[in-house]
Nanobody, 124 residues
Framework: QVRLVESGGGLVQAGGSLRLSCLAT????????MGWFRQAPGKEREFVASVAWGSGVAYYSDSLKGRFTVSRDYAKNTLYLQMNTLKSEDTAVYYC?????????????????WGPGTQVTVSS
């Protein structure tokens, strides 16, 4: 079992920045990738970014690449999401996820474990 806990969400003005963190504990050796997804009210869960845990290769949503940067601290079992130039449409609950061996880096089905989520609200 892997436990994920997100932090760093909050209220920010449009154009501002936030950095989310996700700490993974437990049997993290069973996972080979971690990612961020988000879900706005009334919308489906959406892929944001992910990283292959061993190599550090990152994957991004085409619409968010350039504003968001995903990174990981291998030694600390922590995943980060740096979000810049935030817009009101970025308002959502952001979820951290971890998954085992599969190539589904952008698909929620590729992830076995999920954090409770952290709210990000961008005011215009």
């Amino acid at each position: 079992q892997v436990r994920l806990v997100e932090s760093g969400g909050g209220l920010v003005q449009a154009g501002g920045s936030l950095r989310l963190s996700c700490l993974a504990t437990g049997q993290t050796f069973t996972t080979d990738k971690m990612g961020w997804f988000r879900q706005a009210p009334g919308k489906e869960r959406e892929f944001v970014a992910s990283v292959a845990w061993g190599s550090g290769v990152a994957y991004y949503s085409d619409s968010l690449k350039g504003r968001f940067t995903v990174s990981r601290d291998y030694a600390k079992n922590t995943l980060y999401l740096q979000m810049n130039t935030l817009k009101s449409e970025d308002t959502a609950v952001y979820y951290c996820a971890a998954g085992g061996s599969s190539n589904l880096y952008r698909d929620p089905q590729g992830y076995n474990f999920w954090g409770p989520g952290t709210q990000v609200t961008v005011s215009s």
